[in-house]
């Protein structure tokens, strides 16, 4: 299994700009989720999805849309590029949308700079 | 509204030390506690998740312990070595669900 893989490793985006970020798992994981890290702020949840078709907002979702039409994909589309976007972007996946016996997988991460 | 606290954000230590890494919540009624460890420029990798009917987790030289009474979780490294250098963050899920609230992180170096 490559677990949750994510493209691009980085990108380099001009304000206004607009581009998706791509997550992919093959554990047939129901439950998807965006995040972004930033120091000092640790990392904050973006967009969720409990299953195919579902979607809903994390903490700080604005900017950021999401939709899942498959289990295995959970794309992550900044609509107007900010600078304030610039940041690391992880997602991760586990088998369900509750916690109990629910370990969680990271992707490697896509590192966004905003000029 | 759960949240998590880690303390200290830093910690050096010589080879062959064993350490103890604190992790504070502070809602008791959690369903299960995990931790990650990150390098640098890297992800998050899942190294212990603890369940609330459980008070310890071993993997390796890593301990995790779980008391929910005192808010406490806590990830023991035995004879820790320079490539336990890294962040280890704990997060625990809002409520029963799949959101994670995240600590600050600990830096750990481990000195030769």
């Known amino acids: 299994n490559a677990g949750v893989t994510q493209t691009p490793k980085f990108q380099v985006l001009k304000t206004g700009q607009s581009m998706t970020l791509q997550c992919a798992q093959d554990m047939n994981h129901e439950y998807m989720s965006w995040y972004r890290q930033d120091p000092g702020m640790g990392l904050r949840l973006i967009h969720y999805s409990v299953g195919a078709g579902i979607t809903d907002q994390g903490e700080v979702p604005n900017g950021y849309n999401v939709s899942r039409s498959t289990t295995e994909d959970f794309p992550l589309r900044l609509l107007s590029a900010a600078p304030s976007q610039t940041s690391v972007y992880f997602c991760a996946s586990s088998f369900s949308g509750t916690a109990t016996y629910n370990e969680q997988f990271f992707g490697p991460g896509t590192r966004l700079t905003v000029l | 509204k759960q949240e998590v606290t880690q303390i200290p954000a830093a910690l050096s230590v010589p080879e062959g030390e064993n350490l103890v890494l604190n992790c504070s919540f502070t809602d008791s009624a959690i369903y299960n506690l995990q931790w990650f460890r990150q390098d640098p420029g890297k992800g998050l990798t899942s190294l212990l998740l603890?369940?609330?009917?459980?008070r310890e987790q071993t993997s390796g030289r890593l301990n995790a312990s779980l008391d929910k009474s005192s808010g406490r979780s806590t990830l023991y490294i035995a004879a820790s070595q320079p490539g336990d250098s890294a962040t280890y963050l704990c997060?625990?899920?809002?409520?029963?669900?799949?959101?994670?609230?995240f600590g600050q992180g600990t830096t750990l170096q481990v000195k030769p």
């Open positions: 603890i369940q609330s009917s459980q």
């Open positions: 997060a625990a899920p809002s409520g029963n669900t799949g959101k994670l609230i």
